[in-house]
């Protein structure tokens, strides 16, 4: 069995930092893009940065500046380290595997269960 496990979402201020961690656990043998998605309250789930297996990054306007996401292919862990944190960041965020070969096969779009991120005073 393979799975998405992120971490590190919390309550923090605005201006303040965050890093989530995505982890893939399994015998993985790859994985290719792998992305960060956020769903606020009322809204629909948004791409927030995506990275290739080679480290190319995009991320989307609200963000660009602020967050950068990477990854430890050794680890299979993805990043994002958000900065100068705005309550509308406020949201579920996500990591999402588009392609992920292992021990029993290969799986597509994988989504972790969600960290949970509330930026206010």
């Known amino acids: 069995q393979v799975q998405l496990v992120e971490s590190g979402g919390g309550l923090v201020q605005p201006g303040g930092s965050l890093r989530l961690s995505c982890a893939a656990s399994?015998?993985?043998?790859?994985?290719?893009?792998m992305a960060w998605y956020r769903q606020a309250p009322g809204k629909q789930r948004e791409l927030v940065a995506a990275?290739?297996?080679?480290?190319?990054?995009n991320y989307a306007d609200s963000v660009k500046g602020r967050f950068t996401i990477s990854r430890d292919n050794a680890k299979n862990t993805m990043y994002l380290q958000m900065n100068s944190l705005k309550p509308e960041d406020t949201a579920v965020y996500y990591c999402?595997?588009?392609?992920?070969?292992?021990?029993?096969?290969?799986?597509?779009?994988?989504w972790g269960q969600g960290t949970r991120v509330t930026v206010s005073s």
């Open positions: 990275i290739t297996s080679g480290g190319r990054t």
């Open positions: 999402n595997v588009d392609r992920m070969v292992s021990a029993i096969g290969t799986s597509r779009d994988l």
């Open positions: 399994g015998s993985i043998f790859s994985i290719s893009a």
